[in-house]
């Protein structure tokens, strides 16, 4: 009986270790596959997304209640020089966030843009900083809000104080140095 019994043995154990090869290879594709798919979420959920406001609501973003610098860059998607001065606006933006610098950006593309070409460009352009999209039928008020001296070219940046007072304007593209010795300025223990 010996004899008849070591080869079934033998099988079996060989279609136990194939059973247990080929289920290992399975839960480490399926655990690759959840690990894909929630990093695939992840950069999803991280994305930018730009949040509708009206002129009152603009109008208490730029307040300035908690004693921090203001940096706040008007833009379109559409507009070619806010596209190419983007990407030193997000280094800016990485740069002074942890040091107390606020940083937002409002959109003035048209309401339809908000979930289409604002957060593709945002992603694009890596973009972490609070994003939103001045939703007025004429902003020509808003604009005379923000600056009398802007007639709404853009792109134009803003940098407040701690107090709330624009201490650097720049209408047109900016230039990064410029705006870099600007925010230092706000930053430095002096001038709080």
Not at 6 to 15: E, F, K, L
Not at 34 to 47: D, F, G, I, N, P
Not at 67 to 95: H, S
Request: glycine share 4%; aromatic share 8%; net charge positive.
């Amino acid at each position: 009986m010996t004899d008849f019994a070591t080869p079934v043995r033998v099988r079996t154990v060989a279609g136990i270790t194939l059973v247990l090869i080929s289920s290992l290879l399975i839960f480490s594709l399926a655990a690759q596959a959840r690990t894909a798919h929630k990093h695939r979420h992840a950069r999803v959920l991280k994305s930018p997304a730009a949040k509708a406001i009206n002129a009152d609501e603009m109008q208490q973003l730029l307040k300035r209640n908690d004693g921090r610098p203001l940096l706040v860059n008007y833009w379109a998607t559409w507009c070619d020089p806010c596209r190419d001065e983007f990407p030193d606006l997000v280094k800016i933006d990485k740069d002074y966030r942890a040091k107390g610098l606020d940083f937002i950006a409002i959109s003035l593309d048209d309401l339809a843009d908000i979930k289409t070409a604002v957060p593709k460009f945002l992603r694009q352009m890596n973009a972490k900083m609070p994003v939103y999209l001045l939703n007025v039928a004429d902003p020509e008020p808003v604009i005379n809000g923000v600056d009398r001296e802007w007639g709404g070219a853009m792109p134009a940046t803003f940098l407040y104080n701690s107090k709330g007072e624009v201490v650097y304007k720049r209408f047109g593209r900016v230039k990064t140095d410029e705006l870099r010795s600007a925010i230092e300025k706000v930053m430095s223990p002096e001038t709080k």
